[in-house]
Antibody, heavy 121, light 106 residues
Framework: EVRLVESGGGLVQPGGSLRLSCAAS????????MHWVRQAPGKGLVWVSR????????DYADSVKGRFTISRDNAKNTLYLQMNSLRAEDTAVYYC??????????????WGQGTLVTVSS | SYELTQPPSVSVSPGQTASITCSGD??????ASWYQQKPGQSPVLVIY???KRPSGIPDRFSGSNSGNTATLTISGTQAMDEADYYC?????????FGGGTKLTVL
C-alpha cells in the first residue's frame, strides 16, 4: 500500500520556525521527485516546492523562496520542509505528494493526508 | 508570473455532461493535470498529461488541451462527482494551480 504521512505541523508565532516531515512507504521513494503543496483554510491548492530524486536540485514558489528549504533522506524514505521566518499567510494544510516529472512538467499521483500549520501570536 | 483561471463554480444535473475549463497563456503548449478534492480529503489525480486517466478513475472523466484552454469533461455526471476540481500546469520550474472550480450536481 502506498502511503505518505506528514507530521510536524502545529501552532507557531510569526517569525518562528517549523520542520515538516513526510514519511513514505510502499513506493520507491529514492526514484521519485517529491513535492510540497499547501492549502490555506477555505482556499485553493498552491504548489510550494519540489526536490529531485537525489536531493541535489530543488525549486520553490516565489512566496517561500529564501525562507523554506526542502530536503530528503532517501535512507529513511522521508521528505522534509524546513520553514523559517513564518508569516500569517503561511497558515495552511501542507501536503506532500509524489511527482511524476518529465523535463517540462510534473503530475502528482499520490498525496499525504496533510498537516496543519498555524502561524499566529 | 504564470496564471491559470478556472470558473469558481459549475452546476450540472445528474447524468448530464459537466465541462470545467482552465485558461492560461499558451496552455496548450504545456501539459495539464486535474485533481478532484472532496471536503476534508486530500486531492486525487483524475487526468494527467492532458488526456490520460490513472488506473481506478472512471472513464466518464476525460481531458483535452488546446490553444489557451484545458478542459476537464465529466460525462454522465454522478452525485459522487460533486467536489472541487483544480488544474495544474508548469511554468519553467514552478507548478501553478488554477483557483479551483466547485462542481455542484443538482
Amino acid at each position: 500500500e502506498v502511503r505518505l504521512v506528514e507530521s510536524g505541523g502545529g501552532l507557531v508565532q510569526p517569525g518562528g520556525s517549523l520542520r515538516l516531515s513526510c514519511a513514505a512507504s510502499g513506493i520507491p521513494f529514492s526514484s521519485n521527485w517529491m513535492h510540497w503543496v499547501r492549502q490555506a483554510p477555505g482556499k485553493g491548492l498552491v504548489w510550494v516546492s519540489r526536490i529531485n530524486t537525489d536531493g541535489s536540485s530543488a525549486d520553490y514558489a516565489d512566496s517561500v523562496k529564501g525562507r523554506f528549504t526542502i530536503s530528503r533522506d532517501n535512507a529513511k524514505n522521508t521528505l522534509y520542509l524546513q520553514m523559517n521566518s513564518l508569516r500569517a499567510e503561511d497558515t495552511a494544510v501542507y501536503y506532500c505528494a509524489r511527482g511524476h516529472c518529465s523535463s517540462t512538467s510534473c503530475h502528482f499521483d499520490c498525496w499525504g493526508q496533510g498537516t496543519l500549520v498555524t502561524v499566529s501570536s | 508570473s504564470y496564471e491559470l483561471t478556472q470558473p469558481p463554480s459549475v452546476s450540472v444535473s445528474p447524468g448530464q455532461t459537466a465541462s470545467i475549463t482552465c485558461s492560461g497563456d499558451k496552455l496548450g503548449d504545456k501539459y495539464a493535470s486535474w485533481y478532484q478534492q472532496k471536503p476534508g480529503q486530500s486531492p486525487v489525480l483524475v487526468i494527467y498529461q492532458d488526456t490520460k486517466r490513472p488506473s481506478g478513475i472512471p472513464d466518464r472523466f476525460s481531458g483535452s488541451n488546446s490553444g489557451n484552454t484545458a478542459t476537464l469533461t465529466i460525462s454522465g455526471t454522478q452525485a459522487m462527482d460533486e467536489a472541487d476540481y483544480y488544474c495544474l500546469a508548469w511554468d519553467i520550474s514552478a507548478g501553478v494551480f488554477g483557483g479551483g472550480t466547485k462542481l455542484t450536481v443538482l
